[in-house]
């Protein structure tokens, strides 16, 4: 692992923050970090959100214009637009320093990162510096063989039955708070998925079956804390590859629980597929649904491939 600490005081930190997180409790538990860092005398200026999407914008020109170091301050989705925001921008994207702090429903990049979960330790992380290169992953939505999409991503893609639980979820009217609509949605889709034909290919690996979900993996958590993928490792320069053909709803379900543990792979004593790669590519017969942290994909075939140590990212590992 390439591991750096920075003096986090000897820079500004152009803060991204989405007031809408937590439902709209974002904002109260960032005046407690400002009096934190304030108490520090860390240089900051603020970057509200106002819209989906403007974290995207925002991370590009401000990376265009020279300002290498950025404190997102949301849930997996905000950092999944400024990663994407970085990545599109002109600048030298060795040189950013990305740090977080973990407002989020799930915060399940955080997890794997070794986070606490109190605001204030998370803060201690920050002051403390030790930042990583971290790899990037990049999904392209082919139709006709013809990429008409794309989007990166931070931690893991999920096809299949993941994004379906995404696209209920964006779905379903509100009756329900924070991780409580995913879990829902969750249950609900369960139960009622059906599995779909696809094909996954490897440069060393190939699968073509009905497929109940499959991710490509920089991280190992998703979901609000289903450890999909426990072996991957965010600088190794590989996707984990996990799949998950059609079972039946009673094998599913007892699999489901113990994928919070990340035992899943072992109890399906091979039934669940395994590998690693520096690209996936998934051809679909039918419509299958993608998504990366959270945020839906066009629909199509996908390839999925994996940019190596791109820049800094806070870590508490």
């Keep these: ?53 403007d974290a995207i914008v925002i991370a590009k020109q401000l990376c265009d214009a020279g300002s290498h170091h950025l404190l997102v301050v949301g849930g997996d989705g905000s950092i999944n637009e400024v990663v994407d925001g970085i990545m599109r921008s002109n600048a030298d994207i060795h040189d950013v320093c990305l740090a ?30 030790k930042f990583m290169r971290h ?19 931070i931690n893991i893609a999920g096809f299949g039955f993941d994004a379906e639980v995404i696209y209920d979820t964006q779905q379903s009217k509100p009756h329900f708070l924070g991780l409580s609509v995913y879990i829902v949605s969750l249950f609900r889709c369960l139960f009622g998925y059906k599995s779909v034909p696809v094909k996954i290919e490897t440069p060393g690996f190939s699968f073509q079956d009905k ?31 996990v799949i998950i053909p059609h079972l039946s709803y ?28 520096k690209s996936v590519d998934i051809i679909c017969d039918t419509l299958c649904r993608g998504e990366v942290e959270g945020e839906m994909l066009e629909s199509g075939n996908y390839h999925v491939t994996v940019q190596p140590a791109v820049f800094w990212m806070l870590t508490n590992q």
């Design 100 to 129: 977080v702090i973990p407002l989020g429903r799930g915060n399940d990049w955080a997890r794997t990162h070794q986070y606490p979960t109190r605001l204030d330790d998370c803060v201690e992380v920050f002051l403390k510096g």
């Design 135 to 153: 790899d990037v992953g990049h999904v392209q939505t082919l139709r006709g063989g013809v990429s008409v999409a794309d989007r990166f991503f």
């Design 211 to 241: 497929t109940f979900l499959a991710v490509a993996a920089n991280c190992q958590y998703n979901g609000g804390g289903m450890r999909q993928a426990p072996d991957a490792q965010p600088d190794d320069g590989l996707l984990d590859v």
């Design 250 to 277: 009673l094998r599913l379900f007892w699999l489901m629980l113990s994928v919070f543990s990340g035992k899943h792979i072992k109890k399906s004593k091979g039934l669940i597929k395994t590998c690693r790669a």
């Design 1 to 53: 692992m390439d591991f750096c600490n920075f003096s986090v005081l000897d820079y500004t930190w152009h803060v991204i923050i989405n007031p809408n997180a937590l439902e709209g409790k974002c904002m109260k538990h960032w005046a407690k970090v400002a009096t934190r860092l304030d108490a520090e005398r860390v240089r900051y200026e603020m970057h509200p959100t106002a819209a989906r999407g």
